[in-house]
């Protein structure tokens, strides 16, 4: 069996974005981890990183478990800093290793993937444009269908937000918000947005309710995707359960200047007609700077 090709692992991304606005101290920062083993045995896997001031926080010492042969796992990763006061570039490097035992102490073989983490305070950029729904109008943004402007949950006090209707759907609804923008001609162009969800439970059984692959695209081309869960809230009992907000940082860069069509997009889903789901956008922020 050769080494090369006992699994593949496979970063969203190698390029970490994250916008420092209101972010709490400490930042943590959620990513999934793909590992595909392609090897005849059972595999247990192990996640390290070396990066200053960073460290994992899920999965507990960074072990991923068992994969069964020709099966692979989608695995959230969070990992975590001390709030800086300005921005930083972190350097470093994940290493995934994979073990024949559940001690993970007979390692076959090691990946690596050299990563980048820039926290940016995009706010403070040269060219900022910032939708934030507190005149209680779509400020020029499409909005997917029953979707409207409410005051109910914001980032700010006393703000707006744009909210979904809620959903039931198993096979999941795809929401969006969308605008004919002029990106600033910078260096480095980002956009940022926020998202919360709820679920509510109709019934005394537990049931799930599920916020995931969210993406962002131009003139119809994805530039950004989370092609996993990002929450699953699973409880019962007539009530609601919410979670967030969510922060996210997609790289326009390479559309700088360019006057596009931005959409983003979210899924509500649920498991039963008894579940519903809800979701709102907060502060969309679009940014450039040299």
């Keep these: 069996m050769s080494a090369e090709a006992i699994f593949q692992a496979n970063l969203n991304a190698d390029k970490i974005l994250i916008d420092m606005t209101h972010l709490p101290d400490p930042i943590t920062h959620r990513f999934w981890l793909k590992v595909q083993n392609q090897s005849v045995m059972r595999l247990y896997f192990k996640l390290l990183m070396s990066m200053p001031n960073w460290s994992i926080e899920s999965p507990t010492n960074g072990e991923i478990g068992e994969i069964s042969p020709a099966s692979s796992k989608?695995?959230?990763?969070?990992?975590?800093?001390?709030?800086?006061?300005?921005?930083?570039?972190?350097?470093g490097v994940l290493t995934l290793e994979a073990y024949t035992d559940d001690l993970y102490t007979d390692k076959v073989v090691e990946r690596s993937i050299n990563i980048k983490a820039l926290i940016e305070d995009?706010?403070?950029?040269?060219?900022?444009?910032?939708?934030?729904?507190?005149?209680?109008?779509?400020?020029?943004?499409?909005?997917?269908?029953?979707?409207?402007?409410?005051?109910?949950?914001?980032?700010?006090?006393?703000?707006?937000?744009?909210?979904?209707?809620?959903?039931?759907?198993?096979s999941g609804v795809t929401n969006y918000v969308e605008k004919g923008v002029t990106l600033p001609n910078r260096d480095k162009v980002r956009v940022s947005w926020y998202l919360a969800f709820r679920g509510r439970n109709t019934k005394t059984s537990a049931y799930r309710a599920f916020l995931q692959n969210v993406s962002v695209k131009v003139d119809d081309s994805e530039v950004f995707s989370i092609p996993y869960t990002i929450v699953e809230l699973y409880f019962s009992g007539s009530k609601s359960v919410y979670a967030g907000w969510f922060k996210f940082t997609a790289d326009l860069s390479a559309y700088r200047g360019q006057t596009v069509a931005l959409r983003i997009e979210w899924v509500n889903r649920v498991n039963i007609s008894y579940m519903y789901a809800m979701s709102w956008i907060d502060r969309i922020v679009i940014a450039g700077s040299d």
Aim: without cysteine; aromatic residues 6%; charged residues 25%.
């Design 74 to 91: 989608a695995i959230p990763v969070d990992i975590s800093r001390p709030k800086p006061s300005t921005e930083v570039e972190d350097d």
């Design 122 to 170: 995009l706010e403070n950029w040269t060219d900022v444009d910032i939708t934030d729904f507190d005149d209680g109008t779509p400020q020029g943004w499409t909005l997917s269908s029953g979707m409207s402007i409410v005051n109910d949950l914001s980032i700010e006090a006393g703000g707006y937000s744009a909210r979904t209707p809620e959903q039931n759907s198993a």
